[in-house]
């Protein structure tokens, strides 16, 4: 099983940028699908963003197409989630997932999750 661990949570002022990542250990993570997934407080976990393990498919919800986006350096064991344009509707904790999935979009389709990484948009 692999493990995950995400940095480059914050709190960012609305219009701002973060980059997070998701660290895999584990010689499987060249195979496995990643999923990035937010909880605001009060909410279900939604789904974010997805890319397969070669990174030559991705997917985005739509409320983050165009601002967000996902990419992985499997030779580093480390997906990425650039976020552009922060929102404060964006704020949640963060978590990444992997998965023997093709390109999940949903959380039943993870086995492995990070603990997660807060992210805080002030308007």
């Known amino acids: 099983q692999v493990q995950l661990a995400e940095s480059g949570g914050g709190l960012v002022q609305a219009g701002g940028s973060l980059r997070l990542s998701c660290a895999a250990s584990?010689?499987?993570?060249?195979?496995?699908?990643i999923g990035w997934f937010r909880q605001a407080p009060g909410k279900e976990r939604e789904f974010v963003a997805a890319?397969?393990?070669?990174?030559?498919?991705?997917y985005y919800t739509d409320s983050v197409k165009g601002r967000f986006t996902i990419s992985r350096d499997n030779a580093k064991n480390t997906v990425y989630l650039q976020m552009n344009i922060l929102k404060p509707e964006d704020t949640a904790v963060y978590s990444c997932?992997?998965?023997?999935?093709?390109?999940?979009?949903?959380?039943?389709?993870?086995?492995?999750w990070g603990q997660g990484t807060q992210v805080t948009v002030s308007s």
């Open positions: 584990g010689r499987t993570f060249s195979r496995l699908a």
């Open positions: 997932a992997a998965g023997q999935t093709k390109l999940g979009l949903s959380r039943h389709e993870y086995g492995s």
């Open positions: 890319i397969s393990w070669s990174g030559g498919s991705t």
